[in-house]
């Protein structure tokens, strides 16, 4: 329960609401109870004249009285629909307030927690997995809603009416009353532990369809390996098995609820029985009249549903509990990664790595051991290694996507540490390993790093890519939709287009990360052509696995197991004689026979 502490800034934020609610929930209440005893009166209308009326048969005056009656009645009627009315009124405003404010609350809450998890570090999202902090914005929030609205209105209409209707009740007979609310704390406990068991299967239910859902999802993503192994059937066994066992809970789930509801109404049938019964004696007796024991029926059974309610509020609360834990969990974390205050009023580009170390904390991997380099303003510097060298991890670093363990980093001179985190990274542009393309269109796409952009900076970016033929061949051309709505590109396509989103924010520095694997040699001539017009007297970055594509680097760093092996121009590091000149002749033998076989 302390986790829920955490709402009651936005209880406070939002007062002018949850007061006024609380309010409403009072008055309309009040105008729920006052019919039953307008209703006992009409009743005791009733029996009293009744035989008076009867009296008078075969007299004229007989419906002079049926007309005063039937007036009379047609009053209490008027008044008790009135009353209903303006109850039903303050119901709406009960709602227009508690449950707006509960939208409000939502609605501040995702945005938090949305603006929190853009905070966080690369590291944080590996940690995490994707199902786990879209369920903590959504379904959690959501339960969390569920307490801020439904569960606080409830539970305050639930003890309003309580107050009223016991207070009235015992006015008119204490005895009776009494023994109408003798079932009541059976029903309660019944209810508490019959809610118990059906949240249980409800959450075993809940389980169940995510992982129905996370299976048909991955099996829809996988649909091309499914398809080409020819597992169609397989999987529909699989998926038929899930769907079997979420049938069974969800039928287990059923039965719980088909015992309780009409146990629910056996305990309210009883609590009527024992009102005639013992409100019949009280009658004979005289001490009440035969309106009270309606009066009394309407109060019983307008307990019923607040009853029937508290086990639903308790499961609300104890499940918005754990939510708020999970979400407090994520919202108490600290960025790993904190920005400088220094600002970078020039930039140049120089980049210096000294006895740098790095591990991986999530796997333990030590990616990056002592590697010292320096990348000078305006060259053209180059990486290349075996895979799982520490390649990417170097662009990770020079992105300060993660802080080193040990040595320092300094960019300008300044350790990368102290600048300011936003400006500086806004001076790289990156082109992952791994192309990301958002769901929108081929300009959105390019334009992504900039607020403003024109058209004429997109096309430009495009033709510096190389992809700009491949886009105005779409019908749409610039404005063709990308992804899951719209076309699938190519792999070298969506590679020059992730190329064109880092160019066209001029950078400072452009790191490439193995982004030409996908592009044939002449596209990657042409590419390299207009790298070294764009950036001329700006430092680029180029992590390749192919030396024809960096041979004209101005250093080349040569990287094994998170080491760096060699360091130089090409010539330097062919006459160096070592892995280099090594790879370079496999490299050159591959290429050697591959002409070979295709003549
Ligand atoms: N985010 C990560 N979390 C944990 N370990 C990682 C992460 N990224 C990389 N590693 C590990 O760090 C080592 C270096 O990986 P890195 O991606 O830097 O290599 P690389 O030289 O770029 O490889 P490739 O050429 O295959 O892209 C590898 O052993 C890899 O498993």
Known sequence: MKHLRFLNKYFYKYKWWI???????????????????????????????????????GFERQSIIYSLFSYSLFYFGAIVLVLYLIRGLFLFFMRQTIILMSRHIEFDMKNAIYAHYQKLSLGFYRRNNTGDLMNRA???????????????????????????????????????????????????????????????????????????????????????????????????????????????????????????YPTMLLLVGLSTILTVYI??????????????????????????????????????????AASQKRINEFLELKPDIVSGTMELKSFEGNIRFDQVSFTYPDTGITALKNVSFEIKKGQFAAIIGRTGSGKSTLAN?????????????????????????????????????EVFLFSDTIKNNIAFGLDQVEQQEVEMAARNAAVYQNIINFDLKFETMLGERGITLSGGQKQRVSIARALIKEPGILIFDDCLSAVDTKTEEEILGNLGRIMKGKTSILIAHRISTIKNADVIIVLEDGQIIEQGTHQELLELNGSYKEMYQNQLLEEESTTATEL
């Open 138 to 260: 959504t379904e959690d929030v959501n339960r969390v809603r569920m307490y801020v609205g439904p569960a606080i209105m409830y539970t305050i209409n639930t003890a309003v009416l309580f107050l009223l209707i016991i207070s009235s009740m015992y006015s008119v007979n204490a005895t009776l009353a009494t023994f109408c609310l003798l079932p009541l704390p059976v029903l309660v406990v019944t209810i508490y532990f019959v809610n118990t068991l059906i949240n249980k299967k409800s959450e075993e239910i809940q389980q169940q369809l995510s992982r129905l859902s996370s299976f048909v999802q991955e099996r829809f993503s996988g649909i091309r390996v499914i398809k080409s192994y020819v597992r169609e059937d397989h999987t529909k066994k699989v998926f038929a098995g899930e769907s079997e066992a979420y049938k069974k809970n969800s039928m287990g789930l059923v039965k719980v609820q088909a015992f309780f």
């Open 19 to 57: 007061i006024p609610g609380i309010f409403f929930v009072i008055i309309s209440n009040i105008f729920g109870v006052v019919p039953a005893q307008v209703i006992g009166h009409a009743f005791n209308l009733i029996t009293e004249n009744i035989q008076i009326y009867h009296l008078f048969a």
């Open 279 to 320: 409100g019949g004696k009280q009658v004979i007796s005289g001490s009440i009249t035969a309106g009270n024991i309606a009066e009394f029926i309407v109060y019983v059974n307008q307990l019923t549903f607040p009853v029937t309610m508290l086990g639903w509020v308790t499961t609300l609360i104890q499940r918005a």
């Open 397 to 433: 670093l020079m992105m300060r996507m993660y802080d080193v363990d040990s040595g320092n980093i300094t960019i300008d001179r300044h350790p990368i540490k102290n600048l300011q985190l936003g400006p500086y990274r806004n001076q790289i542009g990156f082109v992952p390993q």
